[in-house]
């Protein structure tokens, strides 16, 4: 996990969020990741005005997209949890699904049956093995069950013109390997609206062809790539990759996150211009800003 700024449920509003960084208070707009101030350093935001949230169009729009994908509550599923906004708004969906319509786990101390969140430490700062247990006790909270993974990167550090590439790749082997382990036939990933649209020009801008341009698939079949690390034939065995959150917004993330009252983490190095990603994101950013 890439060092992370940690904010409450409570911070990100319509308005300027109020800092607190040591004694010193300043005030940051945080409607868009590009706002946030650059740092590697961790702290906590607060803000003394809450933004109530009607969950329930959120929650009818999830149920719909998993029967879609036809999932019901009782099939064992995985998600792909980092911390941020993103993945917390899938925890917070996929939990009230899974029960029901309530809000996480029946009884205090207990884990919702059937579901699974795989959180990957990259390995790639000191840092990165304390936040990814900061993360595993704010999902448990939520009474989903939590595996903690490392990367091992047997090749040494990836070089840093193809660290996301990298990461990326490790992160989905690893998913894969958990899920096959845990006998789970389904990974929920927190690809949303404007992930595609990233994706797409992307893609453009590296000549894709047809395929290519066609986006993110709402649901796909991803196999394990190395079948000898393991006791059993798994030539045959796939995992359901399902992303749920295509039809909801960046900023969809953060109200349902707000709505259940969930904090989330933000990594400041999506801010970093190194990455052709990110740069692509922050002028998606500035031009739904504008106002034509």
Not at 86 to 114: H, P, Q, R, Y
Not at 130 to 151: L, Q, T
Request: aromatic share 6%; charged share 20%; proline share 3%.
């Amino acid at each position: 996990m890439a060092r992370g700024l940690i904010l409450s449920a409570q911070t990100r509003t319509t308005c300027v969020a109020s800092l607190s960084i040591s004694s010193a208070r300043c005030k940051i707009p945080i409607i868009y990741p590009q706002y946030l101030p650059s740092t590697s350093t961790s702290f906590f935001c607060t803000c003394s005005q809450a933004l109530h949230v009607r969950m329930d169009k959120y929650k009818a729009a999830f149920s719909r997209r998993m029967a879609m994908a036809g999932l019901k509550p009782h099939h064992p599923i995985a998600l792909g949890v980092s911390g941020g906004p993103d993945s917390m708004a899938l925890c917070v969906l996929t939990a009230v699904w899974k029960t029901g319509g309530s809000n996480g786990a029946g009884k205090s101390g207990e884990f919702i049956d059937g579901i699974l969140a795989i959180i990957v430490d990259h390995g790639l700062r000191e840092e990165s093995k304390e936040e990814a247990n900061i993360v595993s006790r704010r999902v448990s909270d939520m009474g989903i069950r939590c595996e903690v993974v490392r990367c091992d990167w047997l090749d040494g550090r990836p070089k840093q013109g193809h660290l996301q590439e990298a990461a990326r790749d490790m992160r989905y082997q690893l998913f894969q390997n958990v899920c096959i382990q845990r006998q789970i036939g389904v990974l929920l990933i927190a690809h949303h609206a404007d992930d595609q649209a990233e994706s797409f020009i992307l893609r453009l801008s590296r000549n894709s062809g047809v395929l290519g341009l066609a986006g993110m698939a709402f649901t796909s079949q991803i196999f394990p790539s190395h079948t000898h690390s393991y006791d059993i034939d798994l030539k045959n065995r796939s995992v359901l990759l399902v992303r749920p959150l295509l039809e909801f917004s960046k900023e969809d993330m953060y109200k349902i996150c707000q709505g259940g009252k969930q904090d989330w983490v933000e990594d400041p190095t999506n801010c970093k211009l190194l990455f052709a990603r990110n740069r692509i994101r922050m002028s998606l950013g500035n031009l739904s800003s504008c106002k034509l």
